[in-house]
Nanobody, 116 residues
Framework: QVQLVESGGGLVQPGGSLRLSCAASRTIFSIDVMGWYRQAPGKQRELVAIIGSSGGTNYADSVKGRFTISRDNAKNTVYLQMNSLKPEDTAVYYC??????????WGQGTQVTVSS
């Protein structure tokens, strides 16, 4: 079992930055993949970024070059640095953990609103 708690969401103007944090209830060293997903009103949840246990990353095309995912195993925390935010980035952002072969865990989500 893994509990995930997100923080760092809020209201930001277009072009601004936010850093989301996801704190896990246990060591993330042995968690195979951790990631961030988002869901905008009326849309399906979509992948934003993932990071493997060895540090390999993958990003949605829409956020490449603007968002950076990282993990701090010592703090059991995963981060999402979001720069150059756009109104279309507005969504609830969810932290996700996957442990092979089939265990999946989700956080409760944190709202990000990009608006002037």
């Amino acid at each position: 079992q893994v509990q995930l708690v997100e923080s760092g969401g809020g209201l930001v103007q277009p072009g601004g930055s936010l850093r989301l944090s996801c704190a896990a209830s246990r060591t993330i060293f042995s968690i195979d993949v951790m990631g961030w997903y988002r869901q905008a009103p009326g849309k399906q949840r979509e992948l934003v970024a993932i990071i493997g246990s060895s540090g390999g990353t993958n990003y949605a095309d829409s956020v490449k070059g603007r968002f950076t995912i990282s993990r701090d195993n010592a703090k059991n925390t995963v981060y999402l640095q979001m720069n150059s935010l756009k109104p279309e980035d507005t969504a609830v952002y969810y932290c996700h953990a996957h442990i092979y072969p089939k265990d999946n865990y989700w956080g409760q989500g944190t709202q990000v609103t990009v608006s002037s």
